[in-house]
């Protein structure tokens, strides 16, 4: 049963150290206030799974969150790599971290059989890919019917995700537009979900019937952060701040530089701050 | 002696199991007689889902079939039958969702 609170109290009753947490959302939508309010409660021994982990794994993975990283495609997108998990895996730094690649089709397959209450995804891929012979936890499993042999991979079931939505009603029933993304699946495959939102409204009475909707008792805990996304971007609200995504690429190949900016942006920050940053990047309603 | 018949004994004796916690996978006839009287009296917040896709309906009248149109008009939202069965149904009824976040109830 969804409960109306502040996203630090939300994040601190629902992430502890040692969870399997997920934040997703697709490009559009991404949790990045979420994911800096974990980072300002200095959690540890973090699973994070998620597809395109891109600037705020860097972070968290950067802040030493991270235990374990589960993931598909790497990288800062349209920009390049992702340098703090790069210094992670090769150096160490801060901490090592074990590493779990798959394919976006597997993570999404997999994060859907989470949802069905599945132990495993079961689907066509991976054929002439070398990451079965570096991931063990991709398997063969052959058709009983056809004799086909196809992929295997394990459920996604997180203890925790963490998305962020345009809208909840003030039943705690949470609207997610545009690009949809994994986050459905996401939520209905975790033990407990997080929203952020834009804005808290009235009712619902007026959408489409078939949106994406997640009714209050998926969720376990709304935080309203307007602008929560940034520099990812809220469809209808605001743009991407594809600048922002550009900067990174210079702030996180200095280990110095990075702590500076993350010291500055995440660690002295709230999360009322992310409405002056999505203040000139407004679409027009 | 009353002209109540005992299919409407069983059907009131049913709604008055049913809480404003409960998530109903709700059938067609006394179960969904069943699952709005409780919604219409003591539990207006219950959640009814029928396998046609709707998701937190609030029927004006009792449908007929579990594809009525009025269903779709008052739910929260509605989604296709793939996902209501394995998401929403399979994915609710087998694995550790907390208590209050699966269907807590079939009403069939």
């Known amino acids: 049963m969804a409960r109306f609170m502040p996203l630090e109290q939300a994040v601190r009753e629902n992430l502890k150290d040692g969870d399997t947490a997920a934040f997703e959302g697709f490009t559009h939508l991404i949790p990045?206030?979420?994911?800096?309010?974990a980072i300002r409660q200095d959690l540890k021994d973090l699973t994070l799974i998620r597809m395109t982990p891109d600037v705020v794994y860097d972070q968290m993975i950067g802040m030493g969150l991270a235990k374990k990283l589960v993931f598909s495609y790497a990288g800062n997108p349209g920009v390049g790599l992702l340098r703090r998990?790069?210094?992670?895996?090769?150096?160490?730094?801060?901490?090592?971290i074990e590493v779990e690649e798959h394919s976006h089709a597997a993570?999404?397959?997999?994060?859907?059989?989470?949802?069905?209450?599945?132990?495993?995804?079961?689907?066509?891929?991976?054929?002439?890919?070398?990451?079965?012979?570096?991931?063990?936890?991709?398997?063969?499993?052959?058709?009983?019917?056809?004799?086909?042999?196809?992929?295997?991979?394990?459920?996604?079931?997180?203890?925790?995700?963490?998305?962020?939505?345009?809208?909840?009603?003030?039943?705690?029933?949470?609207?997610?537009?545009?690009?949809?993304?994994?986050?459905?699946?996401a939520v209905l495959a975790a033990k407990r979900a997080v929203v952020t939102v834009e804005e808290i409204v009235d009712d619902f009475s007026d959408i489409h019937p078939n949106l994406c909707v997640l009714p209050h008792w998926t969720v376990t805990a709304i935080a309203e952060v307007p602008g929560g996304a940034h520099p990812s971007y809220t469809h209808g609200y605001y743009d991407r701040d594809n600048a922002s995504y550009l900067e990174w690429e210079e702030v996180s190949a200095d280990r110095d530089r990075f702590q500076a900016w993350m010291e500055e942006n995440v660690i002295n920050a709230k999360p009322v701050d992310f409405a002056a940053r999505v203040a000139k990047l407004k679409v027009a309603k | 002696m009353s002209d109540v018949t005992p299919n409407e004994m069983m059907t009131i004796a049913a709604s008055r199991a049913l809480t404003n916690e409960d998530v109903c996978f709700v059938g067609i006839g006394a179960p969904s007689a069943a699952c709005n009287v409780a919604r219409l009296t003591h539990a207006p917040d219950i959640t009814l889902i029928y396998e046609s896709g709707t998701i937190g309906t609030a029927p004006d009248v009792l449908p007929l079939s579990i594809g009525d149109g009025?269903?779709?008009?008052?739910?929260?939202?509605?989604?296709?039958?793939?996902?209501?069965f394995r998401y929403w149904l399979q994915g609710g009824a087998r694995h550790h969702w907390l208590p209050g976040r699966r269907p807590t109830r079939q009403v069939r």
Request: glycine content about 8%; some cysteine; charged content about 20%.
């Open chain 1, 32 to 37: 990045t206030a979420a994911a800096h309010e």
């Open chain 1, 85 to 96: 998990l790069r210094d992670a895996v090769e150096n160490e730094w801060p901490h090592a």
């Open chain 1, 107 to 185: 993570m999404a397959n997999a994060y859907e059989a989470g949802a069905a209450g599945l132990p495993c995804a079961i689907f066509r891929g991976y054929r002439g890919a070398g990451l079965p012979e570096v991931n063990p936890n991709i398997k063969a499993i052959t058709c009983p019917f056809t004799g086909e042999e196809l992929a295997a991979v394990l459920a996604v079931r997180p203890d925790v995700t963490f998305i962020h939505a345009q809208k909840a009603d003030k039943k705690g029933n949470v609207l997610i537009e545009g690009i949809v993304g994994i986050q459905k699946e």
């Open chain 2, 70 to 84: 009025e269903l779709c008009d008052t739910a929260l939202t509605t989604v296709s039958v793939p996902e209501m």
